[in-house]
């Protein structure tokens, strides 16, 4: 059978949102098999790394916020927030600021999960992009103009 691709027929490497998807499935894979010996999954990781980022500055932080800084829609994030209330990770409350919206907070369980996940993250992160060395800078600044899309 013919592959119906005229651009990348004869060279599927030519494809940048094939390579991407690729460099991504690698690095995501490294950190979701060190993140299930904590017992979470990297989209859970996000979520508290998230919530514990915007704690430092805010008292009440909403869901709307994590999700604006995760960049996720609110449906995907109030399951992942229910499974952690769950797991007694976080818990959430009507943010006495705005009682329209639910503020989160992280619970010991969750401060602990973070404080052991993240230098793992962190680590493997920069094991993964030192294979960039000087292009790092470059590649994250293509990163960020790519998130205005």
Not at 45 to 69: C, G, H, P
Not at 76 to 104: C, H, M, W, Y
Not at 113 to 119: D, N, R, S, T, Y
């Amino acid at each position: 059978m013919e592959f119906p691709s005229a651009k990348f027929k004869n060279d599927s490497n030519a494809s940048t949102g094939f390579i991407f998807i690729r460099v991504y499935n690698k690095w995501h894979t490294a950190i979701k098999n060190e993140l299930r010996k904590i017992g979470i999954t990297h989209p859970q990781f996000v979520v508290m790394t998230v919530l514990n980022f915007l704690s430092q500055s805010d008292e009440y932080v909403t869901q709307a916020s994590i999700a604006k800084m995760a960049d996720m829609d609110a449906m995907s994030l109030s399951q992942i927030i229910r499974g952690l209330e769950e797991k007694g990770f976080l818990k959430r409350a009507v943010n006495p600021n705005d009682t329209r919206a639910n503020a989160v907070w992280l619970l010991k369980k969750g401060q602990e999960a973070i404080k052991q996940a993240l230098p793992i993250v962190e680590k493997i992160d920069e094991e993964f992009f030192s294979t960039l060395s000087n292009n790092e800078n470059f590649f994250r600044d293509c990163l960020h103009k790519l998130t205005a899309f």
